[in-house]
């Protein structure tokens, strides 16, 4: 589903993605773990072209979103970006709008669908992230955890095949951690595939059926969360484990 | 005081071409300043040096220097000033103050622009909106929010700085109100003018507070 080969990024002298590769199949939830500064955000990000690649290769369910650093023109990388949903660790809900402007905004600029569907859509949406009370409140009168269940919503909208989550949870205060959590679980129960940068050791371990730990730009360990995290040697895992458990 | 009644009307057409000057110069400057904010924070390199020009004359020079120098000076350039002549003195002013007031426009609204979140430009993106229906709908909404206050304030000095028009010989509130203190030995007239002033400046305050209120989020 995700095909990323031997992809490098560097900003200026620093280089944060040294040769990543890895591959996401269908209904995986892949956690991305690894400690500050060791370019997580920027490998999710690269995925959904927020940050451009210098160098590799992203294929996206077949399709080739860049090569050798090269992106493909403007219309097909349109299409291939619509595929995927990206969460914010801060939310980024367009405050000026209310929750069902937030939800309808970006599917009626795309004419996704007429509007009474997308207003059905939105509503059911809300339902599943359990908000549905929230349609006309604004953004700054939610708490952080909700405002964090309408983005997800929000990028439901447009259907997409594969969800982005960029430490989403990192903003909460532990208390609201696990209703996002939960939402995120019940996404995985239905199989969407999923690739979520988080510090939530413990829900990677029980939501992920993957993880990629993530050491100074190299992948430095990749597998179940067994393999990857507690049968490991590797020293910089096991120092990174005992610091947050 | 006995004649209040012959002069309070002069004052009042006075008053009508400081309240003409200001909606005139108030509703061309807006959507100039908004689209000189856009030319100079575009790609182009050209226009954005051009733009910083611009502002830099009209804020680095006095706004009285601007409409002596088109009301008065633009008749003198050489070999084209014949055909860059305003002989109408109102439309000379409105000139120099739409030129004014729309770099200072500029100005806010550019402080507005760099106040909306990247996150917003990022999440618009990944929703799939193209690059005009972020700027539409997304970042200019809270842009002008964001530059409600400073706006505010700038038309309330507006209000004020058209009383320089006296300068070029146009009957506004102050010019009227210094004849009539100048005719009649007393200053009572300009007692009355400050008030009035008060009381534009107060519903231009009233009235941005209301929007401000509206367009909170």
Same mark, same amino acid.
């Given at each position: 589903?995700?095909?990323?080969?031997?992809?490098?990024?560097? /900003?200026?002298?620093?280089?944060?993605?040294?040769?990543?590769? /890895?591959?996401?199949?269908? @209904? #995986?939830?892949?956690?991305?773990?690894?400690?500050?500064?060791?370019?997580?955000?920027?490998?999710?990000?690269?995925?959904?072209?927020?940050?451009?690649?210098?160098?590799?290769?992203?294929?996206?369910?077949?399709?080739?979103?860049?090569?050798?650093?090269?992106?493909?023109?403007?219309?097909?990388?349109?299409?291939?970006?619509?595929?995927?949903?990206?969460?914010?660790?801060?939310?980024?809900?367009?405050?000026?709008?209310?929750?069902? #402007?937030?939800?309808?905004?970006?599917?009626?600029?795309?004419?996704?669908?007429?509007?009474?569907?997308?207003?059905?859509?939105?509503?059911?949406?809300?339902?599943?992230?359990?908000?549905?009370?929230?349609?006309?409140?604004?953004?700054?009168?939610?708490? @952080?955890?909700?405002?964090?269940?309408?983005?997800?919503?929000?990028?439901?909208?447009?259907?997409? #095949?594969?969800?982005?989550?960029?430490?989403?949870?990192?903003?909460? #205060?532990?208390?609201?951690?696990?209703?996002?959590?939960?939402?995120?679980?019940?996404?995985?129960?239905?199989?969407?595939?999923?690739?979520?940068?988080?510090?939530?050791?413990?829900?990677?371990?029980?939501?992920?059926?993957?993880?990629?730990?993530?050491?100074? @730009?190299?992948?430095?360990?990749?597998?179940?969360?067994?393999?990857?995290?507690?049968?490991?040697?590797?020293?910089?895992?096991?120092?990174?484990?005992?610091?947050?458990? | 005081?006995?004649?209040?009644?012959?002069?309070?009307?002069?004052?009042?057409?006075?008053?009508? +071409? %400081?309240?003409?000057? $200001? $909606?005139?110069?108030? +509703?061309?400057?807006?959507?100039?300043?908004?689209?000189?904010?856009?030319?100079?924070?575009?790609?182009? !390199?050209?226009?954005?040096?051009?733009?910083?020009?611009?502002?830099?004359?009209?804020?680095? %020079?006095? +706004?009285?220097?601007?409409?002596?120098?088109?009301?008065?000076?633009?008749?003198?350039?050489?070999?084209?000033?014949?055909?860059? %002549?305003?002989?109408?003195?109102?439309?000379?002013?409105?000139?120099?103050?739409?030129?004014?007031?729309?770099?200072?426009?500029?100005?806010?609204?550019?402080?507005?622009?760099?106040?909306?979140?990247?996150?917003?430009?990022?999440?618009?993106? =990944?929703?799939?909106?193209?690059?005009?229906?972020?700027?539409?709908?997304? !970042?200019?909404?809270?842009?002008?929010?964001?530059?409600?206050?400073?706006?505010?304030?700038?038309?309330?000095?507006?209000?004020?700085?058209?009383?320089?028009? %006296?300068?070029?010989? +146009?009957?506004?509130?102050?010019?009227?109100?210094?004849?009539? =203190?100048?005719?009649?030995?007393?200053?009572?007239?300009?007692?009355?003018?400050?008030?009035?002033?008060?009381?534009?400046?107060?519903?231009?305050? =009233? $009235? $941005?507070?209301?929007?401000?209120?509206?367009?909170?989020?």
């Amino acid at each position: 589903m995700i095909e990323v080969r031997n992809i490098k990024k560097s /900003f200026g002298d620093l280089e944060v993605l040294k040769d990543i590769s /890895f591959s996401v199949e269908k @209904g #995986d939830v892949v956690a991305i773990l690894g400690p500050s500064g060791s370019g997580k955000s920027t490998m999710l990000r690269s995925l959904i072209e927020l940050e451009t690649v210098d160098a590799g290769e992203i294929i996206i369910e077949g399709d080739t979103l860049c090569s050798d650093g090269i992106y493909v023109p403007k219309k097909q990388r349109k299409k291939i970006l619509d595929k995927m949903g990206m969460v914010f660790q801060h939310f980024n809900l367009f405050p000026h709008m209310n929750i069902k #402007d937030n939800l309808l905004c970006a599917c009626l600029c795309a004419k996704q669908a007429g509007k009474k569907e997308l207003e059905k859509l939105a509503s059911e949406l809300l339902a599943k992230v359990d908000l549905s009370d929230k349609i006309n409140a604004m953004p700054s009168q939610l708490s @952080g955890g909700q405002k964090q269940r309408v983005a997800i919503a929000r990028a439901l909208m447009r259907q997409p #095949d594969i969800m982005l989550f960029d430490e989403p949870t990192s903003a909460l #205060d532990p208390e609201l951690t696990k209703e996002v959590l939960n939402v995120i679980k019940q996404l995985s129960e239905e199989k969407m595939t999923m690739l979520i940068v988080t510090h939530e050791i413990g829900f990677a371990v029980e939501a992920a059926n993957k993880i990629i730990f993530l050491d100074e @730009g190299h992948i430095a360990a990749m597998g179940s969360p067994e393999e990857a995290l507690y049968n490991n040697d590797n020293e910089r895992i096991k120092a990174f484990l005992e610091k947050v458990v | 005081m006995a004649n209040l009644k012959e002069w309070i009307p002069l004052m009042l057409q006075g008053c009508g +071409l %400081t309240v003409k000057l $200001f $909606f005139i110069v108030i +509703l061309l400057s807006l959507p100039l300043g908004l689209a000189a904010t856009f030319l100079y924070t575009g790609k182009n !390199v050209v226009i954005r040096k051009i733009m910083g020009f611009y502002i830099l004359i009209m804020r680095g %020079t006095p +706004l009285l220097l601007q409409v002596f120098f088109i009301y008065f000076g633009l008749p003198f350039v050489p070999k084209i000033g014949q055909y860059l %002549t305003i002989n109408d003195r109102f439309i000379a002013a409105c000139t120099a103050y739409v030129l004014n007031y729309a770099a200072y426009f500029a100005e806010i609204f550019r402080g507005g622009l760099l106040s909306v979140d990247k996150g917003q430009y990022e999440a618009a993106k =990944v929703l799939g909106m193209s690059e005009s229906q972020t700027t539409f709908k997304i !970042v200019l909404p809270q842009m002008i929010r964001i530059s409600l206050p400073a706006v505010s304030n700038e038309a309330i000095i507006l209000i004020k700085d058209t009383a320089l028009v %006296t300068a070029i010989g +146009l009957a506004d509130l102050l010019k009227v109100t210094n004849n009539i =203190v100048n005719r009649t030995t007393n200053i009572t007239a300009f007692i009355v003018a400050a008030c009035f002033y008060l009381v534009m400046s107060y519903l231009l305050t =009233v $009235f $941005f507070r209301n929007l401000e209120k509206k367009f909170a989020f």
